[in-house]
């Protein structure tokens, strides 16, 4: 069972987009026993960086300082799709982003090294 991130593309600054990701069309507690999920992002010659997280059975999210009240991560009632709405994007924003899971928590954590099933990233490319 893989993780597969999709919804990038090229878009224009101020422009708003969403991300998905699901679980091979399962439930992501029956797939990875997921406590928290969490998007992260990379941007050429830059190392991966954490981006917002959820905790699965309560909701709770927490963003980097960078996507603050632009950003919003969610997952659907059924547990099958996560979300990241992203509104106002900036060129810096462009990035491959990756979904992830947390099996360990309590999450959400911002801390790369907890997450693991890392899938295939989605590519955002935000143009002045």
């Known amino acids: 069972v893989q993780l597969q991130a999709f919804g990038g593309g090229l878009v224009q600054a101020g422009d708003s987009l969403r991300l998905s990701c699901e679980a091979s069309g399962r439930t992501f507690v029956t797939s990875f026993r997921t406590v928290a999920l969490g998007w992260f992002r990379q941007a050429p010659g830059k190392e991966r960086e954490f981006v917002a997280a959820i905790t699965w059975s309560n909701g709770r999210t927490r963003y980097a300082d960078s996507v603050k009240d632009r950003f919003t991560i969610s997952r659907d009632n059924a547990k099958i799709m996560a979300y990241l709405q992203m509104n106002r994007l900036k060129p810096e924003d462009t990035a491959v982003y990756y979904c992830?899971?947390?099996?360990?928590?309590?999450?959400?954590?911002?801390?790369?090294?907890?997450?693991?099933?890392w899938g295939q990233g989605t590519e955002l490319t935000v143009s002045s």
């Open positions: 992830a899971v947390d099996k360990r928590g309590p999450g959400p954590s911002p801390s790369i090294c907890e997450y693991e099933h």
